[in-house]
Antibody, heavy 117, light 108 residues
Framework: EVQLVQSGAEVKKPGESLKISCQGSGYSFTSHWIGWVRQMPGKGLEWMGIIYPGDPDTRYSPSFQGQVTISADKSISTAYLQWSSLKASDTAMYYC??????????WGQGTLVTVSS | DIQMTQSPSSLSASVGDRVTITCRASQSIRNYLNWYQQKPGKAPKLLIYAASSLQGGVPSRFSGSGSGTDFTLTISSLQPEDFATYHCQQTYSTPLYTFGQGTKLEIK
């Protein structure tokens, strides 16, 4: 069974750094793109960027380029989303997801990030 | 990058109603379109892939149509469990797939 398990909720202050994780199991981690999706409170889904752990090739949506860093450690089948300096506007739910292909539909459970002074 | 525009952004309807949500792409995406349902606090769930193919386990009252730039999601007879937010997503521009802004379906 394919599973994506994300790290737990975080509460941070503006200016702090943060790295959240998404561990995959039940499939070949290095053979599938895995991405991150942001959902701000009461808003829609935004595809932030994606990584192919086997290369690792990384692509960012224009809105998120330079704002976050996506990485992966294939030895532990884990993808990461990282901020160097959080802002209040980074408060959101973050989901990891395997890049959809046909009827494949695999998402993590979400990580809530709250940034508040 | 490809922009996806959904309408309406919110919709009030009653149990038993027929509901249609539309999604328009800024350029042709052939039939590379998914529809998701999302309930509060949960990850999105795939309903329709390749514009019109029903995901396994999804009730047949859900259907999708369209190709090129214009797409629709139809729920033929709303059930209480269908009140949720619906998102379209283009899967044409690999690997940076974009979503529409979502449609919140509420009980009238």
């Amino acid at each position: 069974e394919v599973q994506l398990v994300q790290s737990g909720a975080e509460v941070k202050k503006p200016g702090e750094s943060l790295k959240i994780s998404c561990q995959g199991s039940g499939y070949s981690f290095t053979s599938h793109w895995i991405g991150w999706v942001r959902q701000m409170p009461g808003k829609g889904l935004e595809w932030m960027g994606i990584i192919y752990p086997g290369d690792p090739d990384t692509r960012y949506s224009p809105s998120f380029q330079g704002q976050v860093t996506i990485s992966a450690d294939k030895s532990i089948s884990t993808a990461y989303l990282q901020w160097s300096s959080l802002k209040a506007s980074d408060t959101a739910m973050y989901y990891c997801a395997i890049l959809p292909s046909g009827n494949a539909d695999y998402w993590g459970q979400g990580t809530l990030v709250t940034v508040s002074s | 990058d490809i922009q996806m525009t959904q309408s309406p952004s919110s919709l009030s309807a009653s149990v038993g109603d027929r509901v249609t949500i539309t999604c328009r792409a800024s350029q042709s995406i052939r039939n590379y379109l998914n529809w998701y349902q999302q309930k509060p606090g949960k990850a999105p769930k795939l309903l329709i892939y390749a514009a019109s193919s029903l995901q396994g386990g999804v009730p047949s009252r859900f259907s999708g149509s369209g190709s090129g730039t214009d797409f629709t999601l139809t729920i033929s007879s709303l059930q209480p469990e269908d009140f949720a937010t619906y998102h379209c997503q283009q899967t044409y521009s690999t690997p940076l797939y974009t979503f529409g802004q979502g449609t919140k379906l509420e009980i009238k």
